[in-house]
């Protein structure tokens, strides 16, 4: 079975740093391009930012450029998002995501929340 299990949220000030996991099982992490999403009650969940199969390569959302880092550790089947200079409107559910690489079959962890306090 496919897991992938978010962990770290939490409440935190403005300014602050916080880090986020998620943890993969029951599939080959290295086929996968792995990313992180953001949804907030009443919006679309929104493309944080996503890092290539090898972690060669990575893409983010201009709101967090600069300020957040994905990466992952394949030898360990764990992604993360280093979130730095948090600031309020970060304030929403992180998601982890798994998408092959070739076949583009996509999965989501269960979301941790993350909220900024001005």
């Known amino acids: 079975e496919v897991q992938l299990v978010e962990s770290g949220g939490g409440l935190v000030q403005a300014g602050d740093s916080l880090t986020l996991s998620c943890a993969a099982a029951g599939f080959t992490f290295s086929n996968y391009v792995m990313g992180w999403y953001r949804q907030t009650p009443g919006k679309e969940r929104e493309l944080v930012a996503d890092i290539s199969s090898g972690g060669g390569s990575s893409d983010y959302a201009e709101s967090v450029k600069g300020r957040f880092t994905i990466s992952r550790d394949n030898d360990q089947n764990t992604l993360y998002l280093q979130m730095n200079s948090l600031k309020p409107e970060d304030t929403a559910v992180y998601y982890c995501?798994?998408?092959?690489?070739?076949?583009?079959?996509?999965?989501w962890g269960q979301g941790t929340q993350v909220t900024v306090s001005s």
């Open positions: 995501s798994a998408v092959h690489y070739v076949l583009g079959q996509k999965y």
